[in-house]
């Protein structure tokens, strides 16, 4: 993760994009900013939608100045579990299969190999019961399970 930003530059940023000068942000502004400022995250809105909704705590439907910080650090921190997910998704569909997860589990530290175990954790992270792990269920299992260290409670 990169180094935090500064109180200062925080608040520079946030003004630069706050277009209307109304004090929030809001998504279509915070997508513009990232795509000036981490142009990496332009071509993962994954990333970007569940760090917008994540550091919205307000729920408001808005990014204030206070959450803007956060905002910043939980990109990096999705982006990483982004990562991973796509290494799971073997055949790029957004979604992890069942046998796609037999195939990676390792990846997110389930070290069994049987087939009802990972079905009963597969079952666990699919939270809506579609039959695919999608991002944002991905997220809540990292966030449990703390997959990824990081500064930021997602």
């Known amino acids: 993760m990169p180094e935090k930003l500064s109180k200062e530059k925080i608040n520079e940023t946030f003004k630069k994009f706050d277009y209307n000068n109304n004090g929030i942000l809001s998504l279509a502004e915070i997508d513009k900013a990232v795509i000036e400022l981490y142009p990496r995250f332009a071509d993962e809105k994954p990333v970007l939608i569940r760090a917008y909704k994540a550091a919205d705590t307000s729920k408001d439907g808005f990014v204030q100045l206070t959450e803007f910080g956060r905002l910043i650090d939980l990109l990096y921190y999705y982006d990483e579990l982004y990562h991973l997910f ?4 073997k055949n790029k569909d957004k979604r992890i299969g069942f046998d796609e997860f037999k195939k990676g589990h390792d990846l997110i530290g389930i070290t069994t190999n049987n087939t009802a175990e990972l079905k009963k954790d597969f079952a666990e992270i699919d939270t809506n019961d579609g039959g695919y ?22």
């Open 86 to 89: 796509q290494q799971l998704d």
């Open 133 to 154: 792990i999608l991002f944002e269920e991905f997220c809540i299992y990292a966030a449990k399970k703390k997959l990824i260290e990081s500064e930021v409670n997602a």
